[in-house]
């Protein structure tokens, strides 16, 4: 009976691996500007990927690499959360333990929203229309829009 288990198992990944498609590099762009970055996020519906970049997050063009914008005055930026059905982004700027709301077509700063210490990762909820971040030093997510309208 192990055996069996064992034999088939081993079929079936030999199976998977034989199957699945080969990932490739499609495009390889040349962004430049100062600094690290951290995560990169993608906006399947505007063909748009944002950037984290330290001090701001870049908007790029996902079909020609072409620099769209900047949102600016961060201050440590790492994630990027879209809400395309309210037009809002939102960036973690975990230097300063906010979360900078922006305008999705013009990029610029709608509010900043306390959050804790170091906030790293952020994703927006669109059933329960709510921003979460996860925090880094804190140890601890946070529902940064609590109360508030996106």
């Known amino acids: 009976m192990r055996t069996?288990?064992?034999?088939?198992?081993v079929a079936i990944a030999s199976a998977l691996a034989q199957s699945s498609s080969s990932y490739r590099i499609a495009h390889t762009y040349v962004l430049g500007g100062d600094g690290g970055w951290d995560y990169i996020v993608p906006?399947?519906?505007t063909h748009r990927l944002?950037?984290?970049?330290?001090?701001?997050?870049?908007v790029v063009d996902e079909d020609n690499g072409t620099l769209l914008?900047?949102?600016t005055g961060i201050k440590g930026a790492h994630g990027?959360?879209?809400?395309?059905?309210?037009?809002?982004?939102?960036a973690t700027s975990g230097n300063d333990q906010s979360v900078v709301m922006f305008d999705l077509k013009t990029l610029k700063t709608l509010a900043r929203i306390p959050a804790a210490e170091d906030a790293d990762a952020i994703v927006?909820?669109?059933?329960s229309n709510r921003v979460?971040?996860?925090n880094g030093d804190a140890h601890r997510r946070r529902s940064s829009t609590?109360?508030?309208?996106l």
């Open 4 to 9: 069996a288990a064992i034999i088939l198992t």
């Open 43 to 45: 906006d399947p519906s």
């Open 50 to 58: 944002f950037i984290g970049r330290q001090n701001r997050v870049m």
């Open 69 to 71: 914008g900047d949102v």
């Open 80 to 90: 990027t959360a879209v809400a395309a059905a309210t037009g809002h982004g939102f």
């Open 124 to 127: 927006y909820d669109s059933v």
């Open 132 to 134: 979460f971040t996860f």
């Open 146 to 149: 609590h109360g508030r309208e």
